[in-house]
């Protein structure tokens, strides 16, 4: 919303004289640039591409930041504040009917079909690791889901998202309601597609998950640490290399192909349509979507964007 002074300023502006209107390009862009180096003050790790008329920041999220991390997410919340726009992660539409369904067909989501059991999927080397797994444990998934097993392991038992911070959506959503900047998500999936996707898979297309999800629980909590400290570091190979990460990216719905080439393009088409428009654009993107093989940053890049910032392969 314009205030009296800025309204003002604007009139001035649309009369100034040819010198005053030649000199106000260099301020704009020190502008740009301003917020681009209070950004980047906040330690997470984040690419810049310059366009004709602006600039665009994409920050590369963790999910679950530990709390001893060393960012600074004030310098992001500033950097929103000044920002024109903002793009962020958009959460599924689940609807009332979603639920029901869930309800009524749960056991498709949270068991093996029929009689089957893990052993049934697992090569024995597989099935001996998770056997040790739920010795460790006390626990019994023979029945379960190879993916709630993947999941249980992860949040339980490896217990990831445990004693955290804000996530760089968060603190830039907050921050951007605050100061009236306009937020652009993508379209959201249907809950009703999700489940459906879901529910036809095939429960051995959840193996390279588990082993993932096996080999990050094994590994221990330390992992959880050095995950954020190599995110504060800037080091995207190390991130992206640590079990941790690792497991979350092979796990559903990101490894879903279908699911996972529609994500990746609603995220390119998104950053493509901020490039034509004047002023900053911040963009929040998870860092796995950013920085895979094949992800947004590389297909940018093949469309012929320059983008600067750390090494991402």
């Not at 040819?18 to 681009?36: E, G, L, R, W």
């Not at 600074?72 to 639920?99: H, M, N, W, Y």
């Not at 429960?203 to 504060?232: F, K, N």
């Amino acid at each position: 919303m314009l205030t009296p002074f800025r309204s003002i300023m604007l009139c001035c502006l649309a009369f100034a004289p040819p010198a005053f209107a030649q000199n106000s390009a260099p301020d704009v862009a020190a502008s740009q640039n301003s917020i681009v180096v209070t950004a980047q003050r906040s330690g997470a790790p984040m690419w810049t591409i310059d366009t004709d008329s602006g600039t665009i920041i994409l920050v590369g999220e963790i999910r679950a930041v530990p709390k001893s991390t060393p960012w600074l997410p004030d310098r992001l919340k500033e950097a929103t504040a000044e920002s024109q726009r903002v793009i962020l992660r958009a959460a599924p539409k689940f609807s009332p009917g979603d639920v029901l369904r869930l309800i009524f067909r749960g056991g498709r989501f949270t068991k093996l079909p029929d009689d089957a059991v893990a052993a049934d999927y697992l090569s024995p080397d597989q099935r001996a690791r998770l056997a040790a797994l739920e010795a460790e444990y006390d626990v019994d998934y023979d029945r379960r889901s190879l993916l709630m097993t993947s999941f249980d392991l992860l949040a339980r038992r490896l217990d990831f998202d445990d004693e955290t911070t804000d996530d760089a959506t968060d603190v830039v959503r907050r921050a951007a309601d605050r100061a009236d900047v306009p937020i652009t998500r993508p379209e959201r999936f249907r809950g009703e597609d999700l489940l459906d996707n879901l529910a036809e898979a095939d429960p051995a297309s959840h193996i390279p998950c588990l082993e993932a999800a096996m080999g990050a629980t094994e590994a221990g909590q330390e992992i959880i640490r050095a995950r954020g400290d190599d995110w504060r570091k800037l080091d995207i190979p190390a991130v992206m290399d640590n079990p941790l990460e690792v497991a979350l990216g092979r796990c559903w719905p990101w490894a879903d192909d279908e699911l996972g080439d529609e994500i990746r393009g609603q995220w390119v088409g998104m950053i493509t349509d901020a490039s034509r428009e004047p002023g900053v654009t911040l963009a929040v993107v998870p860092l796995r979507v950013l920085a895979e093989e094949g992800g947004v940053l590389d297909l940018l890049e093949q469309e012929g964007f320059v983008i600067g910032g750390p090494v991402w392969r």
